[in-house]
């Protein structure tokens, strides 16, 4: 239950208990699905008000269970004991109120919202009223003794007179809480229920747009260094206009602008033709005669979303972002030691930034293939095949080598067995890597992915996948440096099988025989099967 909620339906039953209201204080404090001792004690109040003993009894009970310290709980039972005939109750609780007064004459439970002073001297004169209602006069009478010499300047009841009743052997009423006498909530958590507009309406106190009465707020967006490129809604309301020919300033608060520049319209036109515009963020007027609406043609794809008119983004920084807790993750098969003379090209790759200046390279099928060999040194009826494994390795094939074949001489380049070996190619204009057709149906040869005489495919490990369900696939963005035993390293363009979401800003994933985690921001989903 929320505390504003209880809050909430904590001050109504107060207000109600106040107008006397017992049937609505009770209603109100029934829905408080998480009882506090106070709320509870404020319920025996009530039941009590509307003389059902033993309800007020049973919210005592609770109280109690609540809040094991709380003296005038154990008072005010014990008073309701004494009214019930259950003496011996009722004596114990008097015991607990006086222990759990830990010798203090006087607890005052202002600071907890009673209004409300439980004196040592109360405790031990009800104390006295369960003896004289067990016929025990001289305990009765020893005990108002006690209680007489702690009264001190404590108020509440004529002692004097409560000795006159003991040695006339008439039973003492017991002492209670005052009808009304509740726990109230603070009032400065009460003042904080309502919603307050603590930021108010932004004011515009200086702008470098004219007249400028924009009192919202809007997120960031990039924007060209010294370019000011204001917030437009669709085509309709564009202001952006292309200048048909050069204009050359012919007066103050003018602009120089060449052919063909694109303008932004900023007011309206004057009596001389001429309108306030924005160009390389400086502002000035130019003739409305010269100025052509302009085709403003926003991409959609993600693809275009990489690419800003001030080039391509840089990558993500090198410092990854927050790392999450580290766990144990499948173990990756250990990769093949490699030949010192003829270095994996991708291990160059995997560990440098891109320049922040130049776009990420695109990588196809026929371009990688080039780097194997040309159409005239394959052999007539054969094709070259590269494959991509943790390291780069060619080789040439018949045409007509089905996929089992194939596999087989793979498995024995890179020294491991077939079993284990996944292959998969790129669709034409696709970056997401595909099982090949032979792993699932028989009788397929590699003559179906090849072009030109040349197949470029990609080599990775079964076992790390084991028991593990691909939840989808990923493309990289830029090379991720391992910083860790436990994370990922991949290359730009690589296909990531997605296994697992760590956290908003970490992956499990697998690539090339390995599985770790990274940052998801290296990585974007080229389409959602």
Request: aromatic share 8%.
């Amino acid at each position: 239950m929320l505390y504003n909620e209880l809050l909430r339906l904590w001050n109504e039953s107060v207000q109600a208990v106040d107008s006397k209201d017992w049937e609505g204080a009770l209603a109100k404090l029934e829905q408080i699905s998480e009882p506090t001792s106070r709320t509870l004690f404020n319920a025996a109040m009530v039941h009590l008000a509307l003389g059902q003993l033993d309800l007020a009894l049973r919210s005592l009970d609770f109280t109690i269970a609540k809040d094991e310290r709380l003296a005038v709980a154990f008072f005010q039972r014990a008073a309701v004991m004494m009214q019930v005939d259950r003496l011996e109750e009722a004596l114990s609780d008097c015991i607990w109120a006086q222990k759990h007064m830990r010798e203090n004459v006087v607890i005052d439970y202002r600071q907890l919202g009673l209004r409300y002073k439980l004196y040592s001297w109360q405790v031990l004169y009800n104390a006295s009223a369960v003896y004289c209602r067990m016929g025990q006069w001289e305990q009765a009478m020893s005990t108002l003794l006690s209680a007489t010499q702690e009264r001190g300047q404590g108020r509440g009841g004529s002692i004097e007179a409560a000795f006159t009743s003991i040695e006339r052997k008439e039973v003492l009423e017991p002492l209670m809480v005052p009808e009304g006498s509740v726990f109230r909530p603070r009032k400065q958590e009460i003042d904080q229920l309502q919603q307050r507009d603590f930021l108010g309406k932004a004011k515009v106190i200086s702008s470098m747009i004219p007249n400028d009465d924009f009192g919202g707020f809007e997120p960031l967006r990039q924007q060209k260094p010294g370019f000011y490129e204001p917030k437009t809604d669709g085509p309709q309301g564009s202001r952006y206009m292309r200048a048909r020919t050069p204009y050359l300033a012919r007066g103050p608060g003018q602009l120089t602008v060449p052919g063909g520049a694109m303008v932004f319209l900023f007011g309206e036109e004057d009596r001389d033709g001429m309108i306030n515009v924005f160009h390389d963020g400086q502002s000035g007027l130019l003739p409305v005669s010269i100025l052509e609406p302009a085709d403003i043609k926003k991409s959609k794809s993600k693809k275009d979303k990489q690419h800003l008119l001030s080039g391509i983004p840089l990558p993500p920084e090198l410092e990854p972002p927050s790392r999450p807790q580290t766990r144990p993750l499948s173990r990756a098969p250990p990769r093949v030691s490699r030949s010192s003379d003829t270095p994996p090209p991708s291990y160059m790759t995997a560990t440098h930034t891109p320049p922040a200046a130049s776009g990420p390279p695109r990588y196809t099928a026929n371009a990688a293939s080039s780097q194997a060999g040309s159409p005239q040194e394959a052999e007539v009826g054969s094709v070259v095949v590269k494959v991509h494994y943790t390291y780069n390795i060619a080789l040439s094939v018949p045409l007509d080598t089905p996929y089992e074949d194939l596999k087989e001489r793979i498995a024995e380049k890179v020294g491991q067995s077939a079993a284990q070996l996944r292959l998969r190619h790129k669709k034409h204009g696709s970056r997401v890597l595909t099982p090949l057709p032979g792993e699932v149906e028989p009788g397929h040869t590699v003559q179906e992915v090849s072009e030109a005489g040349r197949a470029t495919l990609w080599c990775q490990m079964e076992d790390p996948l084991a028991n593990r369900t691909i939840l989808y696939q990923m493309v990289a963005l830029y090379d991720y440096a391992a910083q860790g035993p436990e994370d990922l390293e991949f290359s730009e363009g690589d296909t990531i099988d997605i296994l697992g979401e760590v956290n908003e800003e970490w992956l499990e994933g697998h690539c090339a025989g390995s599985i770790g985690i990274f940052p998801c921001c290296f990585v974007y989903r080229e389409n959602s099967s």
